[in-house]
């Protein structure tokens, strides 16, 4: 069966649960999203890209963005950056300030919020604009020039994201931030605040998939080792504290956001993303983690 149609199929599988998952509505301007959107793109790394749905629309792609502000802090820190961030699962909420408490100030992993913080203050102290730094880095490996924040979105989040900026303060108190807490936020609400569409979280991604190579410019982003270290952060720690679930049902190295997308990739072959804004109880989209089921389950792709 053609890959194309594999996408239809699984669009007309999921379309009975579009209404099922919960909008992330404590980001005010997300909650106006028509639940019934449902886009999926899938790009190979020899150039081959099919799409159903709302592939083409542009979302808050949320946490999706950690992917490359980690790639970021990759390029810059090295493995210093592990000297300040974990590497395990969490276990807990995505959100959670209780395990900071008592791991000393020190997140689990680079994709949790405290673990994300910790990676913006990492970028913050080698450049001199990291907000404006990650969009033309998502721009160029996307090969969209258009590509930007939806700034509704950040303000939406700077004036409602409490924990978060609990958070960061909480970080300070332990010396886990160099960086002002309010320019570490400041950044850390612009990178979840870009928007882009399914197609463009697939090419931008697609270097995951390549070896560390990105298809559009033929420019080696990061070594091998370091792709592999970030797609194993992304199968343990990649889809909140559902890591298990998710692996055992879709299989494949991934990264959520709250935004409702999802980005996976099969290491030699292609990325995969899914956008659906209803939300399952951990935060993962409901559609998306379905869809990205059903389509290991029929291509019989995964890295198991």
């Known amino acids: 069966m053609s890959m ?11 379309r009975p649960l579009l209404h099922q998952g919960t909008i992330a509505s404590y980001i005010p301007e997300l909650a106006s999203v028509p639940p019934e959107r449902f886009g999926m793109a899938v790009h190979t790394v020899d150039g081959k890209v099919f799409a159903v749905g709302d592939a083409g629309l542009r979302f808050s792609i949320q946490s999706i963005s950690k992917l490359f502000t980690l790639t970021l802090a990759m390029q810059l820190d090295g493995d210093d950056l592990w000297a300040r961030v974990g590497r395990e699962p969490s276990g807990n909420a995505f959100n959670s300030l209780v395990q900071l408490e008592y791991e000393n100030g020190k997140p689990r992993n680079p994709f ?39 700034l509704a979105v950040a303000r939406s989040e700077q ?11 909480f970080l300070k108190s332990f010396q886990n931030l160099d960086n002002d807490p309010e320019k570490v936020l400041d950044a850390y609400f612009h ?15 697609l270097f995951l998939a390549n070896y560390g190579v990105a298809p559009v410019s033929g420019d080696f982003i990061m070594t091998t080792n370091q792709v592999k270290y970030i797609n194993s ?3 343990t720690s990649g889809t909140y504290d559902a890591v298990g679930d998710f692996a055992y049902r879709v299989g494949l190295p991934s990264k959520s956001g709250v935004g ?3 980005v996976a990739v099969m290491p030699g072959q292609f990325s995969v993303c899914v956008w659906s804004p209803g939300l399952d109880a951990s935060g993962n989209s409901l559609v998306g983690t379905k869809a990205l089921e059903i389509f290991t389950t029929k291509t019989g792709i995964s890295i198991f």
């Open 159 to 169: 004036a409602t994201g409490h924990r978060n900026k609990a958070m960061a303060y």
């Open 233 to 235: 952060l992304m199968l």
């Open 260 to 262: 409702g997308g999802i």
């Open 4 to 14: 194309q149609r594999i996408l239809e199929e699984i669009r007309d599988e999921v």
């Open 191 to 205: 990178h979840c605040s870009l928007a882009m569409s399914c197609h463009e979280l697939c090419q931008a991604s």
């Open 112 to 150: 949790i919020n405290a673990g994300a913080l910790v990676v913006t203050d990492v970028i913050l102290s080698h450049l001199d604009n990291a907000i404006e730094t990650l969009r033309d880095i998502v721009r160029a490996l996307s090969g969209e020039p258009t590509i930007d924040f939806d």
